[in-house]
């Protein structure tokens, strides 16, 4: 276990208060649910961008240096595809349910906010070399869009809040469509990177994101292996348990 005062995923971007928290997953309605399903997905997000900003400045051999910049590069890949998936689909189809045009305009423009800084993040983890790895460049383009993501990702929460008034199951069939297509990624990739920041424990505990344990068991004992090094950089364990930032440890 991570102990309280080591730096953890959990800084400089702070994580999203989870709606409906010490309430039964099933007593929930349904817009509740939604959010915090959302807020799960958003605060592993954050986590995974928190573990890069840590232990960024903490790598030195030429090994960990390349581990970590193809971590960073695979959670580029997730928020992108997390973000597209939302503007292809979920997006429209609250609207369209809703029938409220423009309901989702106010995220959607949020998405392209932080989208510049993204990208920048993405080329500098993709065509940097190893020898010419800079932790304090890397530092200064999480730096550029950060706080703007975490606004979004935090602001998203409250809109979907907000659909009470709508038909529940209907809303919750729409977005467990939407959660199916998130999961149709590399699975060498999308289970390791998004089973690595999830804190099971987080505000008295959350299972999310619902994988059955034989499921778990096959991402930790298969798909993990094809990345193995990268995955080092993960601030939770396959089962959701929050342990020291790797770089972190051996520093302190």
């Excluded at 999961?183 to 990739?189: E, I, L």
């Excluded at 990177?193 to 930790?220: F, K, N, Q, R």
Aim: charged fraction near 25%.
């Amino acid at each position: 276990m991570a102990t309280q005062d080591a730096p953890w995923a959990d800084l400089p971007f702070h994580l999203i208060p989870t709606p409906g928290r010490g309430e039964a997953v099933n007593n929930l309605p349904v817009p509740v649910w939604i959010a915090r399903e959302m807020t799960c997905a958003h605060n592993g997000i954050l986590r995974g961008l928190n573990s890069i900003y840590q232990q960024s400045i903490h790598v030195a051999k030429p090994e960990d240096i390349k581990d970590l910049l193809k971590y960073t590069e695979f959670w580029c890949g997730w928020i992108r595809e997390h973000h597209d998936a939302e503007e292809e689909f979920y997006f429209p189809e609250v609207e369209r349910l809703t029938g409220v045009k423009g309901l989702m305009e106010t995220n959607v423009a949020q998405h392209h906010a932080f989208m510049p800084g993204l990208e920048a993040f993405s080329k500098f983890a993709t065509e940097t070399k190893v020898e010419e790895y800079d932790a304090l460049k890397l530092r200064a383009i999480v730096d550029s869009f950060g706080e703007t993501l975490t606004k979004h990702l935090t602001d998203e929460i409250e809109t979907l809040l907000e659909l009470k008034a709508y038909d529940g199951a209907v809303m919750k069939k729409v977005y467990e469509e939407f959660d199916l297509k998130l999961r149709a990624g590399d699975k060498s990739v999308l289970f390791p990177m998004v089973l690595g920041t999830c804190d099971a424990g987080y505000e008295g505990g959350c299972l999310w994101p619902g994988l059955p344990g034989p499921v778990m068991s096959l991402v930790h004992y298969w798909f993990e292996r094809k990345y193995s090094g990268v995955w080092r950089f993960s601030p939770c364990s396959t089962w959701g348990e929050k342990r020291p930032l790797t770089f972190m440890a051996k520093t302190e």
